[in-house]
């Protein structure tokens, strides 16, 4: 039997999604929580592989077992073992062709940026922070040449293992709520390390070291040495995961609002 789970997480304390030989990964924990309930070796495979500190509201895995156990078990009894900062928030039977990142059709990430002159207290780890005033508008109107299919080697890690750097970005919005930006993408699929590098050009546009026409040229250039530094990971959240309606998979959350942390 294939179980697919939605999973959260505070990545903060964690190196990463993926399984490394030092530990400490969400994966790890979610792994040898799973193993409790089935009683047998268990691994999973994700929807989005996130870097150390970066979290997700809307994390998607599949496993295979051959343990009979109510769904509950694979939620309760797997939370009761998992540390304070992974929770699995459901969990149903899929046919065995479902896959959670091959039969995904689109990711949406937040990043959610303090922007005050004061660095981060209680909200350290789970926000990013820029202490210069940005323009919230000039921002925007960057993000739009940013639309649609694209290369976006300018904007891929070094390191970055996929095959194309062809994506295609449906939505890149930049809002300010109080003290906060917010910043909400959605594509096909993400390279490594896009979306922090695409925020940090965007701050650099927002602050005014470039025109909103840069990061256009960015694009055309095709030359991460030209686009601003990786921005921290803090702030990032994996907000969910579409899937077909035939997979019958819950809709992925709401990802919380900056309202609801007091920015």
Excluded at 43 to 68: I, K, L, P, Y
Excluded at 178 to 198: K, Q, Y
Aim: hydrophobic share 45%; proline share 5%.
């Amino acid at each position: 039997m294939r179980i697919a789970l939605g999973v959260e997480y505070d990545g903060s304390a964690f190196h990463g999604w993926q399984i490394q030989p030092c530990g400490g990964t969400v994966q790890d924990a979610l792994q040898e929580s799973l193993q409790r309930i089935a009683g047998v070796e268990t691994r999973v495979v994700c929807a989005g592989r996130t870097d150390a500190g970066v979290h997700a509201m809307g994390q998607v895995v599949h496993f295979d077992t051959a343990v009979a156990r109510p769904l509950t078990a694979w939620v309760r009894g797997v939370n009761s073992f998992l540390p304070p900062a992974v929770a699995v928030r459901w969990a149903q039977a899929v046919p065995d062709d479902f896959h959670a990142r091959f039969s995904a059709r689109g990711r949406r990430y937040r990043y959610v940026l303090l922007n005050r002159a004061q660095r981060v207290g209680v909200w350290q780890g789970r926000v990013g922070w820029y202490h210069h005033p940005l323009d919230a508008g000039a921002m925007r109107e960057a993000s739009s040449s940013m639309l649609g299919e694209h290369d976006f080697s300018a904007f891929r890690a070094a390191g970055c293992q996929a095959r194309s750097p062809v994506r295609t970005l449906r939505r890149l919005d930049v809002r300010r709520s109080g003290e906060a930006l917010v910043f909400d993408l959605e594509a096909d699929a993400f390279l490594h390390h896009m979306v922090r590098n695409l925020v940090g050009s965007l701050v650099y546009v927002g602050q005014g070291k470039h025109p909103p026409q840069w990061m256009g040229e960015l694009l055309q250039a095709r030359d991460r040495r030209e686009a601003a530094p990786t921005f921290a990971a803090a702030g990032l959240y994996l907000a969910g995961v579409e899937y077909a309606p035939h997979w019958g998979l819950p809709e992925p959350a709401e990802t919380f609002l900056p309202e609801v942390l007091g920015l």
